[in-house]
């Protein structure tokens, strides 16, 4: 029988480092996973795990949701994939037009990354302007425009291979609107304003307390455009995502994870004057369409079909009231355990996420760099700890919820944390 050691032997001969996201890494050895219903999943193995990652949050609607897998298998009968226009893609363009404030108009594109680099292109061409201002540690995928500033502290992109040419035009500021404003001030060049919609990594660490409206006020009157990257925050914030909650209505949204109904793939949307740009029907100063876009899986049937299936149940807000109820009782859980146990650390986050933090009781005007700076023993003790009873976390010590999730398996969960807690103090990985 595979085990997850002789299947990570094996994977090393042939896949570099064994794995296709360098975050699945891990040592000994990753478990690698067979099957996986609603908020749990089973590796090679057999062992069972509670899972707070949930496709790096994009299940929000459970793993295997079967009315998506009914979609998927229905389309299946018919294409997958043709490379040609179909009728599913502007069902599914009209389920985000109407969701999410912002999306005047849509495009699809295969990824979250993808759907920065191509907001990020759409915004350049729009303010001809080169520069782009990103917040220090959100995340906005991988690709070389947007990676500088998404390790917290640090300003310079956590990857050899980055040209220096490009990182020059990639600007980071801590999230503070007097200094954004300085900023803007002092360098003409920048033309867009990057956010993740959250505060950095799914709002492990928090924005200030109006920074959505003031960044948005600050873009209209230097004229700048605003982009909230919605990757994880759109529909699980609420359907129309954190712009929609929060009532902020950004120039562009990047969106992927969940608008698939957490199948592979993407979209942006934003205002129709800027969306125009990839309109092959309005070039501009002889570029037709102004903005290149391309993509051979854009919007594949499998994909949109399973996609539509996700936003009929994502459409009331019922779906993300309860994913959200189930991180509330995970977080008041992993926090009465800390008080038992006598430890200054907190559990907290918006909307359906549970982020922990170890230095104390509050997270108050503490920068990404002094939230996000977890000693390695204590990340590696306690994923292992957790992975060992049968709990995975999403990312760092962070964790996301569906609505699958039920009193009885959070319940589960915390006594989980609440025993590797006990085992990191004993072994002094924590002092409590
Ligand atoms: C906020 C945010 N933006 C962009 C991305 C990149 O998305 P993808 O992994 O689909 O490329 C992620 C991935 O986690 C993300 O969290």
Sequence with gaps: MAT??????????????????????????????????????????????????????????????????????????????TGDCHPLEIEWADWIHRLVPSAEMVRFTCSGTESTMLALRVARAYSRKDKVLRIDGHFHGWHDMLLKGSKPGVNSPPSLGVPQAVTDLTIVTPPSLDTIRAQLEADPEIGSIFVEASGANYGSVPLPDGFLPGIRALADEVEKVLIFDEVITGFRWSPGGRQARDGVVPDLTTMAKVVTG??????????????ALLDPARPVDGFTPAVSHKGTFNAAPIVAEGAIAAMKLLASGEVQAKADAMATSLR????????????????????????????GTSIEGLSAAQIRTVPPALVQGLRDGLLDRGVDLMSFTSCVTSNTHTPDLIDEAVDIFDSVLGDLIDTGVIIA
Excluded at 262 to 275: D, E, Q, S, T, V
């Design 262 to 275: 957490g199948l592979p793939g993407g979209a942006i949307a934003g205002r129709a004057h800027i969306m």
């Design 332 to 359: 008041n859980g992993i926090n009465a355990a800390f008080k038992r146990r006598g430890m200054a650390a907190l559990a907290y986050g918006d909307s359906s996420t549970c982020h922990l933090y170890f230095g």
């Design 4 to 81: 997850n050691a002789s299947l990570s032997d094996l994977a090393r001969r042939i896949m570099s480092g064994g794995v296709s996201h360098e975050l699945r890494y891990r040592v000994p050895h990753p478990i690698y996973i067979e099957r996986a219903t609603g908020a749990e999943k089973w590796d090679v193995e057999g062992k069972r795990y509670i899972d707070f990652k949930l496709g790096a949050a994009s299940q929000l609607l459970g793993n295997s949701c079967p009315e998506v897998m009914e979609a998927v298998a229905q389309q299946l009968t018919k294409t997958p994939y």
